[in-house]
């Protein structure tokens, strides 16, 4: 017998960071209440990635950050 496959509900919620004094528009990653990581965005072409266990990378578009942060957990899960 198999597993059946369950759907994962992922939250991509704006918030507000603010860093060295300059405030960013920033998405947070979330399944259920664990936050998967952090989508700062620095410009219109530049988000940088922050996730919850250290891990630091920029995307060039917010679908691409969001694929590399659930890419990324999977891998690490």
């Keep these: 017998m198999g597993k059946k496959d369950k759907d994962i509900q992922v939250r991509l919620e704006e918030v507000e960071k603010n860093i ?12 259920g209440k664990k936050t998967l990581g952090v ?15 250290g891990y630091k990378a920029v995307a060039k578009t917010l679908d691409e950050a969001v694929e590399l ?3 990324r957990w ?4």
């Design 20 to 31: 060295n004094g300059t405030k960013f528009a920033a998405y947070e990653l979330a399944i």
């Design 39 to 53: 989508i700062i965005e620095k410009s219109a072409k530049s988000f940088e990635i922050e996730m919850t266990d």
């Design 69 to 71: 942060v659930i890419r």
């Design 74 to 77: 999977n891998l690490n899960d």
